[in-house]
């Protein structure tokens, strides 16, 4: 599918971060792009624990009961736009109300509380992760970070996106690609 300006649309697609990128927010991510059009991109970077943040505490903070049913799932640093804003990133066997972003036929997005209240008492989706802030770009500014070979693009199995060894995704996301992650380069060219 492409945007109106005739790029490739590259929504439900996993952008991943070259060697020497230049930003240290963005140093190995794996960024899954939730929206992209004319108008940007939103994604949520899956491969970045939030550090001595569990989710029980989140959602005490939250005032959000847990019972025993509740699967533990990490919380993620999603990116450096906004981060006070959680985004459940899950499988498609869980839609809230009207609030669930249609990702792909396998994924949704759901920002809102109800999922995070699911969640606490063991009826959310099977596969999920919460994401605190997300990763933005504005009009083009994505198509120029790929020309300038700041990202490669693949479409990754979801179980990758929930696998819980978040430390694997970025070397896991290039081996789909076919790439050693030992012999990339952190100087990009153009031919």
Same mark, same amino acid.
């Given at each position: =599918?492409?945007?109106?300006?005739?790029?490739? #649309?590259?929504?439900?697609? +996993?952008?991943? $971060?070259?060697?020497?990128?230049?930003?240290?927010? /963005?140093?190995?991510? +794996?960024? &899954?792009?939730?929206?992209?059009?004319?108008?940007? $991109?939103?994604?949520? %970077?899956?491969?970045?624990?939030? *550090?001595? !943040?569990? /989710? $029980?505490?989140?959602?005490? *903070?939250?005032?959000?009961?847990? @019972?025993?049913?509740?699967?533990?799932?990490?919380?993620? &640093?999603?990116?450096?736009?906004?981060?006070?804003?959680? &985004?459940?990133?899950?499988?498609?066997?869980?839609?809230?109300?009207?609030?669930?972003?249609? %990702?792909?036929? @396998?994924?949704? =997005? @759901?920002?809102?509380?109800? %999922?995070?209240? #699911?969640?606490? *008492?063991?009826?959310?989706?099977?596969?999920?992760?919460?994401?605190?802030?997300?990763?933005?770009?504005?009009?083009?500014? !994505?198509?120029?970070?790929?020309?300038?070979?700041?990202?490669? @693009?693949?479409?990754?199995p979801d179980a990758l996106l929930f696998d819980p060894d978040t430390g694997a995704k970025w070397e896991q996301s290039l081996k789909v690609l076919g790439i050693n992650p030992l012999l990339l380069s952190s100087v990009g060219g153009n031919a």
């Amino acid at each position: =599918m492409q945007t109106e300006n005739g790029s490739d #649309d590259l929504t439900g697609q +996993v952008l991943v $971060a070259m060697p020497g990128m230049g930003d240290p927010r /963005f140093e190995k991510s +794996v960024v &899954f792009l939730c929206a992209h059009s004319d108008e940007g $991109a939103m994604g949520l %970077i899956v491969n970045k624990p939030a *550090q001595d !943040l569990p /989710f $029980a505490e989140l959602l005490e *903070q939250m005032g959000i009961a847990t @019972t025993d049913a509740m699967r533990p799932i990490k919380v993620h &640093f999603g990116g450096p736009v906004e981060h006070g804003r959680g &985004f459940v990133l899950h499988s498609r066997d869980y839609v809230s109300n009207s609030s669930t972003l249609e %990702i792909s036929d @396998t994924i949704g =997005m @759901t920002a809102t509380l109800d %999922i995070l209240e #699911d969640i606490a *008492q063991g009826s959310g989706p099977r596969d999920c992760l919460l994401a605190l802030g997300y990763a933005g770009w504005g009009p083009g500014q !994505l198509e120029g970070e790929l020309q300038q070979n700041g990202w490669l @693009t693949v479409q990754v199995p979801d179980a990758l996106l929930f696998d819980p060894d978040t430390g694997a995704k970025w070397e896991q996301s290039l081996k789909v690609l076919g790439i050693n992650p030992l012999l990339l380069s952190s100087v990009g060219g153009n031919a």
